[in-house]
């Protein structure tokens, strides 16, 4: 992957969507504003459809009548966002920090195609739950990194290596984490996490496979793990200057009685589908 200077973008901003329950110490420009998180996300949702369609990695039935691409992970996560000058979001990564309580089951690898096969799918547990572990020994919470994707005029520019070492910075802001993500092979995202730090999934030694994701129509992708404190030491430099920008960054979040309103609307929703 050659990357190319990103000047063609010099008026691009950074933005941060905080999820429903967390302490905002480190950063000092938290406001609430509902709208406004709602249409960044949505955003970002639709810059993920657009991104992933291109890609081939879906169709349009798995995107909403708007193009966007919706998890379920999205309102429990941070979301890391680039801005051009207009306001319109041209690159994100989702990061899903969880509770130390967090067991393997509870994961989205856990639901993946190489954790439910019989050959690796005790391997992928084994090897998920000891990061877990190690990670409560650390103090470190466990994060899942999903939802990447950039603007395709800035796919050849160092903004893909700046949104990893962002992830870190949060990681490391946050008193560090252990975490994994599933990467294409094809969009090249796993060659640049590797070039970041991250690292294939392995127990007893042995290294578990990529494997074809039927979910995104069967786009070839290997699990990698990272641990926010063991950063490719020639990016050193740019997580120390990334940690200072994220503390500055603008801190988006949803109002409270949002946040009541949309757990109550999902609450209802689980009840229909039980009771209807």
Known sequence: MKLTSNAILTHRRYMLLAPELTKNTYFKRTNVDSKRYGMLLAGAQRLRGKAYF??????????????????????????LLTLDERGQVVACLRYLAHPVSVSFPELAIARSALAKSE???????????????????????YVEIGGWAIAEALRCTT???????????LAQLSGGALGITTASLRSCSASVLRRIGGRELAVAGMRLPSFSDPQYKSTEVEILRFDSSNLNVRYRRWLEESMGRLSEVPVIRRSSEERICRRTEAWSARLCSVTC
Do not use: P
């Not at 291109?54 to 349009?60: E, H, N, P, T």
């Not at 193009?67 to 999205?74: C, F, L, V, Y």
């Not at 050959?119 to 919470?141: N, P, T």
């Open 54 to 79: 291109q890609m081939g990695a879906l169709d349009a039935s798995q995107l909403t009548s708007d193009g966007r691409q919706i998890s379920e992970a999205d309102d429990r996560s941070w979301h």
């Open 119 to 141: 050959k690796w799918g005790h391997h992928v547990r084994q090897a998920v739950s000891g990061e877990i572990d190690r990670a409560k020994l650390c103090g470190y919470s």
């Open 159 to 169: 903004e893909a290596l700046r949104m990893i070492v962002s992830a870190y910075a």
